[in-house]
């Protein structure tokens, strides 16, 4: 069975912290996303990796950085908390393939108080 | 730039009646094509793709390059269909770019 696990399914924090949201996926997939989800505007891309300590940016990269040192793991960094920021936060990897299927973590909801 | 559009928030219909999701899209070269579904309490996950031409669960969804459509069908809804429904693309060959989603379509069935 194919796994995608973030390392926390609820998070709540404070306004400036740094916060780290880890996700981890045991498929040896090349690709690594993360997305964060919010009622009325779907799914958004932040960041993606196609690859180890590679790193792209998505559609929504500010005030979040990655980092992806090993091929399994892939973490999300917000550097300093805003409120703005409280959403699901959705991690997903895949092959490198055409019509490949991007198999989705359980979600993180971070709430920035 | 890349899009997709999903004009309903919202769908109900009735246990037996069909349902048709809808989905538009614009992208200037060859697509890929996804819907993804997400039950309650659960994570998100492929319904179907484009390149797969198959039938998942009684859905079907055509790929019309002609109108850029890629609308989800099913002839006879069940109450175990409803959930969130958001259609994506990609791209780029390889995936590595990762999926542009539309807002996502809430189907309700109504017993």
């Known amino acids: 069975d194919v796994k995608v696990t973030q390392s926390s399914r609820y998070l709540v924090k404070r306004t400036g912290e740094k916060v780290f949201l880890e996700c981890v996926q045991d498929?040896?997939?090349?690709?690594m996303f993360w997305y964060r989800q919010d009622p009325g505007l779907g799914l958004r891309l932040i960041y993606f990796s196609y690859d180890v300590k590679m790193k792209e940016k998505g559609d929504i990269p500010e005030g979040y950085s990655v980092s992806r040192e090993k091929k399994e793991r892939f973490s999300l960094i917000l550097e300093s908390a805003s409120t703005n920021q409280t959403s699901m936060y959705l991690c997903a990897s895949s092959r490198f393939g055409v019509g490949t299927e991007a198999f989705f973590g359980q979600g993180t909801r971070l709430t920035v108080v | 730039a890349q899009r997709v559009t999903q004009p309903e928030k919202l769908l109900s219909v009735f246990k037996g009646a069909p349902v048709e999701l809808k989905c538009n899209y614009s992208y200037s070269g060859s697509p890929e094509l996804f819907w993804y579904v997400q039950y309650s309490r659960q994570r998100l996950q492929l319904l179907l793709r484009?390149?797969s031409r198959e039938s998942i669960k009684g859905f079907t969804a055509d790929l019309n390059k002609g109108e850029t459509s890629f609308h989800l069908k099913k002839p006879f809804a069940q109450e175990e269909d409803s959930a969130m429904y958001y259609c994506a693309l990609s791209g780029r060959g390889g995936g590595a770019d990762g999926l542009t989603f539309g807002k996502g379509t809430h189907l309700i069935i109504q017993p």
């Open positions: 498929m040896d997939h090349e690709n």
């Open positions: 484009h390149i």
